[in-house]
T-cell receptor
Framework: DAGVTQSPTHLIKTRGQQVTLRCSPI?????VSWYQQVLGQGPQFIFQ???????GRGNFPDRFSARQFPNYSSELNVNALLLGDSALYLC?????????????FGPGTRLTVL | DAKTTQPTSMDCAEGRAANLPCNHS???????VYWYRQIHSQGPQYIIH???NNETNEMASLIITEDRKSSTLILPHATLRDTAVYYC???????????????FGQGTTLQVKP
């Protein structure tokens, strides 16, 4: 079975631009979460979506937004990019099965903002 | 804020057992302990999780103390490919059965040496 897939793998943008990152969950998984991982730190939670509804949001500015589609895939959008947005963006999917559902991560999208 | 404490780094000889400790003294009764690992620049990989009882799967064993304030991840026969950052996470449930963001700390960098 295919795991979580993310596209693109790498991306280079300049300050002020906008970026869209994409995620396809494991087949049958209905929940998608997004995380940001800057160099040298652990991943930080950005959003969680379930059945196209936002179920959780981390401490990120409104420049960050996301949505989930009927096929459960998801997009993360970041507007007005800053140098500090350079990071590995991770998507994780889960069934879910209550509070114990396990999240499985994709390989990530490496975003570099120049 | 991370709710777990892990050593920054550990070494292990190839073929020996790697024992990675984690303190989670403020864990609540309905919170699970999850372990993930991240090999350089890849997405985190799920290893194992548990609530009260010890757990074992094909990758590792998880030993949770009776008071649940600490746990140990055991890789029974470490190989060079087990070199990674290991994250111990207490699963946060936001009150809805369909949320549960993961809060990553700094993790333990395990170096398996020949």
């Amino acid at each position: 079975d295919a795991g979580v897939t993310q596209s693109p793998t790498h991306l280079i943008k300049t300050r002020g631009q906008q970026v869209t990152l994409r995620c396809s969950p494991i087949s049958g998984h209905k929940s998608v979460s997004w995380y940001q991982q800057v160099l040298g730190q652990g991943p930080q939670f950005i959003f969680q979506y379930y059945e196209k509804e936002e179920r959780g949001r981390g401490n990120f500015p409104d420049r960050f937004s996301a949505r989930q589609f009927p096929n459960y895939s998801s997009e993360l959008n970041v507007n007005a990019l800053l140098l500090g947005d350079s990071a590995l963006y991770l998507c994780a999917s889960s069934l879910p099965q209550g509070s114990t559902d396990t999240q499985y991560f994709g390989p990530g999208t490496r975003l570099t903002v120049l | 804020d991370a709710k777990t404490t892990q050593p920054t780094s550990m070494d292990c000889a190839e073929g020996r057992a790697a024992n990675l400790p984690c303190n989670h003294s403020t864990i609540s009764g309905n919170e699970y302990v999850y372990w993930y690992r991240q090999i350089h620049s890849q997405g985190p990989q799920y290893i194992i999780h548990g609530l009260k009882n010890n757990e074992t799967n094909e990758m590792a064993s998880l030993i949770i103390t009776e008071d649940r304030k600490s746990s140990t991840l055991i890789l029974p026969h470490a190989t060079l490919r087990d070199t990674a950052v290991y994250y111990c996470i207490v699963r946060v449930a936001d009150g809805s059965s369909n949320t549960g963001k993961l809060i990553f700390g700094q993790g333990t960098t395990l170096q398996v040496k020949p």
